[in-house]
T-cell receptor, first 111, second 112 residues
Framework: DAKTTQPPSMDCAEGRAANLPCNHSTISGNEYVYWYRQIHSQGPQYIIHGLKNNETNEMASLIITEDRKSSTLILPHATLRDTAVYYCIVDTTGTASKLTFGTGTRLQVTL | DAGITQSPRHKVTETGTPVTLRCHQT?????MYWYRQDPGHGLRLIHY???????DKGEVSDGYSVSRSKTEDFLLTLESATSSQTSVYFCAIRENMNTEAFFGQGTRLTVV
């Protein structure tokens, strides 16, 4: 599976958009980009995933560059409850779908 | 919420004893995963399963074994627990590739 690189931490003011970057320059054509988050010591929570088109759901938007080497997760109006560690994962579509986590970005939303 | 249950939720055991953690699902999902998480680290994959009796190793599989004899249960066994295996263990389920994974609440294991 391709490796991902994320900044270790970011801050965002409440009500503003949080833009979390992820670099995955070695991504293969059959690999999806997934985003999860973990609040405190809870189990990770799925946010969104995509292959090459931009995606949006009720939680967030995912913007994938045309060359697919990087992506950005956008939380349009961050709240204090969005404070968490956000993980960007690249995962194969094959049987060996390992869903390997990296170290993630710790997002701190402040008043 | 996805039907996934980990048991026990907390366990303290002595070094050298065998320990089995259970992950049970009611979703009939194909994929199941075991992770461990240590302070200051992300989740590290121990073992995963892509079907009944089909399992494979993750990045930190030494000292752990797994079994999946039926779709709903994925067991993680520490044959002889060591203090380095003190950790929080998470199980996850996934219907198929290209779908989201759902995680359990975790099992906090302490080896003394």
């Amino acid at each position: 599976d391709a490796k991902t690189t994320q900044p270790p931490s970011m801050d965002c003011a409440e009500g503003r958009a949080a833009n979390l970057p992820c670099n995955h320059s070695t991504i293969s054509g059959n690999e999806y980009v997934y985003w999860y988050r973990q609040i405190h010591s809870q189990g990770p929570q799925y946010i969104i995933h995509g292959l090459k088109n931009n995606e949006t759901n009720e939680m967030a938007s995912l913007i994938i560059t045309e060359d697919r080497k990087s992506s950005t997760l956008i939380l349009p109006h961050a709240t204090l409850r969005d404070t968490a560690v956000y993980y960007c994962i690249v995962d194969t579509t094959g049987t060996a779908s390992k869903l390997t986590f990296g170290t993630g970005t710790r997002l701190q939303v402040t008043l | 919420d996805a039907g996934i249950t980990q048991s026990p939720r907390h366990k303290v055991t002595e070094t050298g004893t065998p320990v089995t953690l259970r992950c049970h699902q009611t979703e009939n999902h194909r994929y199941m995963y075991w992770y461990r998480q240590d302070p200051g680290h992300g989740l590290r994959l121990i073992h995963y399963s892509y079907g009944v009796k089909d399992t494979d190793k993750g990045e930190v599989s030494d000292g752990y074994s797994v079994s999946r004899s039926k779709t709903e249960d994925f067991l993680l066994t520490l044959e002889s627990a060591t203090s380095s295996q003190t950790s929080v263990y998470f199980c996850a389920i996934r219907e198929n590739m290209n779908t989201e994974a759902f995680f359990g609440q975790g099992t906090r294991l302490t080896v003394v």
